[in-house]
């Protein structure tokens, strides 16, 4: 009876941990692999340090004793194990490093790290003088996005990705104001975008699109957006009109601050965000769909529309931060051949978002003057997986995430669902898009009077 019980049992737990790798993968590394991965790197810790070259020769005073007392000499020390601890992607296991090594021989082995200890990938950073913290990730994250319960937006900081160790990749617009997101066709661009806006809907911010595409990206969501230009001429006005509402809120900041001696420095301020809150305005995030719509011309009326639609973004993107004015800007290429000014407004994006893209030029474009290591990454993308980019910033830092999939129509419900938040502002009343009527619905056809004779 015992045997009988084990064919039927044994079958059935191996195809429930199947189902539940696939299903739920995070539930099953927590429950099956964190457990073993954690007893494969404790017994085999030394051995794969001293082989990956990350173990140093005994101290002299060691080397001393064993010459006194006639014993063997010590093996080579490894870092110290400070601490192994499971997350619900992999581990993370923190190093001390012994005299003589340093940070940077770390992270050259990670790529050996991650075959001897048999895990999918490893990152390694500096936590402080001597500590190293590396984060090992026991399956692929990326390839079916899961975003954790726990990531929710505060304010202007949201989570709009995963990223390949598993932490949660948030835009903080206060941090990073501005930014740049690249992609070619089918890379997943716009459901980049479209998480942003989903998650913006829910936060106190006024939303102005430009999408000289007639529309097709951002109207569907214009129940949320406080402002919307679908083509280049309602754009030069719009970026206009935000240019002269950042010029009034910096006469409201300069006028509130007051500067004498017996004021705080805490209460002196020179931007939005330290104003009262009756007197501080709604922060603005501007979403461009296609910037090269607005760059090109094809005669002289349009390159003079041209000069003012770059003149007024350079301007926003320089000093717009103060103001809460915000800006997200997204293309296939964005290079010196759309014109004069593109390069200047490129250097104030301090975000760099890179889909996949269709030749290494167009990588450049976004991450030469960051990282040449974000460029190679960013040529390295796969077809086979929309939404997966390269994330950095003017630091040289940069990440590989993956954005979860949001339909066209998920945004929707979502900027209906919270269209009660869309600011009215005055200044941008003459560009707030015409929504539609309730769609009638069709019933039986009405009887028809009798022809007059």
């Excluded at 010590?74 to 110290?80: E, G």
């Excluded at 890379?187 to 989903?198: E, F, N, P, T």
């Excluded at 004015?325 to 004069?340: A, M, N, P, T, W």
Aim: hydrophobic share 45%; with cysteine; proline share 8%.
């Amino acid at each position: 009876m015992s045997g009988a019980l084990l064919l039927v049992l044994v079958p059935a737990v191996v195809t429930g941990a199947a189902v539940l790798r696939w299903q739920r993968p995070a539930w099953y590394w927590l429950a099956i692999g964190a457990p073993y991965a954690m007893v494969r790197v404790r017994l085999a810790y030394a051995s794969v340090m001293d082989a990956c070259g990350l173990a140093v020769p005994p101290s002299r005073a060691r080397l001393l004793l064993a010459r006194v007392t006639r014993t063997d000499i010590p093996p080579d020390r490894p870092p110290r194990l400070a601490a192994l601890r499971p997350t619900r992607t992999g581990l993370v296991l923190r190093l001390r490093l012994r005299p003589g090594q340093d940070a940077f021989d770390v992270a050259a082995a990670t790529d050996r790290l991650r075959h001897s200890f048999r895990m999918h990938g490893v990152t390694s950073r500096e936590v402080k003088a001597g500590v190293v913290e590396l984060r090992m990730t026991g399956y692929d994250v990326l390839r079916r996005v899961q975003m954790p319960a726990g990531a929710r937006a505060e304010g202007l900081r949201i989570p709009v990705s995963l990223c390949e160790d598993g932490s949660v990749h948030f835009r903080d617009y206060r941090q990073v104001p501005h930014s740049l997101n690249l992609g070619a066709t089918q890379s997943g661009k716009s459901v980049y975008q479209r998480r942003l806006v989903a998650e913006l809907a829910r936060q106190h911010v006024a939303l102005v699109g430009i999408d000289c595409k007639q529309g097709v990206e951002l109207a569907p969501l214009a129940r949320r957006f406080s402002a919307l230009a679908d083509n280049a001429d309602a754009a030069a006005e719009l970026l206009e009109t935000l240019v002269a509402m950042m010029a009034d809120t910096y006469l409201v900041i300069r006028r509130e601050q007051r500067l004498s001696a017996d004021i705080p420095d805490a209460e002196i301020t020179a931007d939005i965000w330290g104003l009262p809150e009756h007197l501080r305005p709604v922060p603005v995030v501007l979403l461009i769909d296609e910037v090269a719509e607005l760059a090109l011309f094809a005669n002289a009326a349009e390159k003079k529309r041209r000069e003012r639609i770059v003149t007024s973004l350079v301007r926003l993107v320089q000093l717009g931060r103060a103001a809460g004015i915000y800006v997200e800007i997204c293309g296939q290429r964005f290079g010196s051949e759309l014109g004069d000014g593109i390069t200047m407004l490129r250097a104030q994006l301090t975000g760099r978002v890179a889909h996949r893209v269709n030749d290494e030029a167009s990588a450049k474009m976004a991450f030469a003057d960051i990282s040449p290591d974000a460029v190679l990454a960013a040529t390295m993308i796969p077809t086979d997986r929309p939404g997966m980019a390269i994330v950095g910033d003017s630091s040289g830092g940069w990440v590989r995430t993956r954005t979860p999939f949001t339909s066209l129509r998920q945004a929707v419900s979502a900027c209906n669902a919270h269209a009660h938040r869309t600011p009215g502002l005055p200044e941008l009343a003459p560009f707030r898009p015409a929504l539609p009527g309730p769609v009638p619905v069709p019933g039986p056809a009405a009887e028809q009077p009798p022809l007059a004779a």
